[in-house]
């Protein structure tokens, strides 16, 4: 083939992955409502949904449907034109990160030998990429909880920028250990350098549990979801928004639990390493499946922190850790 | 004191703390729920519920040993209702098929008014009125909720000698009305 063909399906390839890519994610919300239905189901003895189709299989769809027919309602005080751009800015970071982001080993196409790469790009700085990305979707929270015009909302936006700032070092300084180990800032490199089971967590688990721990903060996830505290926010930074826009921060926030698992596997578990009578794909799918499970089941289990709970873990606790962690991966690697 | 908390600084605490070994343990209950029998009842397609024998639900009319209605057509319970709702018109029977020769020509019970309360049970000096133990009241039609005498005298799908208190197998059927929940009585469980 001349080079000209080459470079024109190249482009081809790289678009269509990130048609696919981006496809999944929207997709994504479908499979995880269902799945964390069923599985406070079974934490709290109860069955979860039943009657939507078989073993309510179609009640995402059902909640699709509803979502997308509710009427979309602006308050009439609100700052219209960012309360309408506010969940866009939220979905990009959360989206973008993925541009990064390594599903497996390279693959040739049959028929037409083409190497396939099951990532978007291998940056040489992806790692700080992505926890820089993925830090912006702040903006969309803080601007959802201003432009509602409404005490809650504003609160709950408040304490989502501060809970970032906050949690953001510690991921960061968590994910420094792990960058040291491999010696490269590409997520492709970190994860070739856990090859035969030389997976991080054996050798930096309080740099994983710094990473768990701050990435359940970083997704307002449950014990951390100050932002959305129904208890004394209503529900938080989103409580005036209603139909699509409601969804596109659901989204938001599905997406942004499987980027911190995606990462938790790169960083930590050896992404897609693993036996190998399963492709490595597989294991990396698998191995996100269950940090969404391990998310899931701590949101059953545990009760919310208090803010200035979560202030004093996040400061006092995991950032002196964090930093004590790299001291002492510094000190064994010389 | 103000602050009633003693702080221990044995090794066992210390260690119990940075291993979070109280959240493990939290995390370990709820695994092993989720492999337990779950306790829902699925109540309309495959389970109901059959309430005690004392609970008050729709009336029924009972008929003696030889079949005869016990009803003499007093209007005790009409005139003990407090929210008047039952309507009784009384007639002679002249063929003695009832109890007495007085009978009721017309006993009609307006349950969007009535409250349950028991007191016609009460006021019953035959025993012929009694709350059963049907709640499954809801219908698409007005008219549906003004029962009549005939109505009331069919027995009932759970009869008063059946205990409650149980979970019985049922099936969910259509009629004109919409929704029905069968009952199957001979399979009981209790379901705590």
Request: hydrophobic share 50%; proline share 5%.
């Amino acid at each position: 083939m001349s080079p000209a063909l080459i470079t024109i399906l190249e482009v081809v390839i790289i678009c269509v992955k990130v048609v696919v890519v981006c496809l999944i994610l929207f997709m994504l919300p479908l499979p995880l409502t269902y799945m964390e239905r069923k599985v406070a189901g079974h934490i709290q003895v109860r069955l979860g949904p039943f009657r939507t189709g078989f073993h309510g299989l179609l009640q995402p769809f059902a909640d699709m449907l509803k979502l997308i027919f509710k009427e979309d309602i602006i308050p009439s005080q609100a700052d219209r034109f960012l309360f309408k751009i506010a969940p866009i800015i939220a979905m990009v970071p959360v989206f973008t990160v993925y541009a990064t982001v390594p599903f497996g080993e390279s693959v040739t196409i049959p028929f037409i030998n083409q190497k396939l790469n099951l990532y978007i790009s291998d940056m040489n700085v992806g790692i700080l990429y992505v926890l820089a990305i993925a830090g912006l979707s702040v903006y969309g929270m803080i601007l959802a909880g201003w432009a509602s015009n409404s005490k809650y909302p504003m609160l709950g936006g408040l304490r989502s920028s501060a809970q970032m700032i906050s949690y953001e070092l510690a991921l960061s300084l968590a994910a420094v250990g792990v960058v040291m180990m491999s010696n490269s800032l590409s997520l492709l490199d970190i994860v070739r350098g856990q090859y035969d089971w030389h997976w991080n967590i054996i050798y930096q688990p309080v740099g994983f549990f710094i990473f768990l721990i701050a990435g359940i903060a970083e997704i307002n996830r449950i014990p951390f979801d100050m932002p959305e505290d129904e208890g004394t926010l209503g529900a938080g930074y989103h409580s005036e928004y209603s139909a699509m826009r409601f969804a596109f921060f659901m989204l938001t926030e599905y997406v942004a639990m499987v980027t911190i698992s995606t990462l938790g596997v790169i960083l930590f578990f050896g992404g897609w390493d693993g036996p190998s009578f399963l492709p490595g794909i597989v294991w990396f799918v698998l191995k996100v499946i269950a940090f969404i499970y391990f998310f899931m089941w701590a949101r059953f289990t545990f009760p919310r922190y208090r803010f200035d709970q979560l202030m004093a873990i996040g400061w006092k606790i995991l950032l002196p850790l964090a930093l004590l962690n790299i001291l002492i991966t510094g000190l064994v690697i010389i | 004191m103000s602050n009633n908390r003693k702080l221990n600084f044995s090794i066992t605490n210390i260690l119990k703390k940075v291993l979070f070994i109280d959240l493990i343990q939290g995390l370990a209950v709820t695994f092993g729920y989720t492999f337990t029998k779950t306790m829902t009842m699925r109540y309309p397609d495959e389970e109901t519920w059959i309430p005690y024998q004392r609970f008050r639900g729709l009336h029924t009319l009972n008929r003696n040993k030889a079949g005869r209605e016990l009803c003499v057509g007093c209007e005790l319970c009409a005139k003990s209702c407090p929210t008047q709702c039952i309507t009784v018109v009384p007639m002679e029977d002249k063929t003695g098929k009832g109890i007495a020769d007085r009978v009721a020509a017309r006993w009609e019970i307006n349950l969007l008014r009535c409250m349950f309360c028991g007191l016609c049970e009460d006021a019953c000096p035959t025993e012929a009125l009694k709350l059963g133990r049907q709640y499954e009241l809801a219908g698409k039609k007005m008219q549906r909720q003004f029962r009549s005498k005939d109505e009331l005298l069919a027995p009932q799908a759970i009869p008063f000698d059946f205990e409650g208190g149980v979970i019985v197998k049922a099936r969910l059927e259509r009629d004109e009305d919409g929704a029905v929940v069968k009952p199957d009585l001979s399979s009981q469980k209790r379901w705590w």
